[in-house]
């Protein structure tokens, strides 16, 4: 089994709930909003590859380990 990943949950709510409000933001011009949904997709991610390491679905190597 893997070694798990911590996730700090609540840190990422807020992290989206940050985001989500930048994003419905009207004051926030269309090109900032897009590195707001770069942000959001970053976030989803790195959070989805977190969970998937910590499930008994897939198992991973660091190769930095095997240098």
Known sequence: M???IPINKDKIR??????????????????????IVKSINFLTETTFAKC?????????NDLR???
């Open 14 to 35: 807020a992290e989206y709930e940050e985001l989500i409000n930048q994003l419905l933001d009207d004051t926030i011009d269309a090109k900032e909003k897009i590195e």
């Open 52 to 60: 998937l390491a910590n499930s008994d679905y897939v198992e991973f």
């Open 65 to 67: 380990e095997m240098d």
């Open 2 to 4: 893997n070694t798990p």
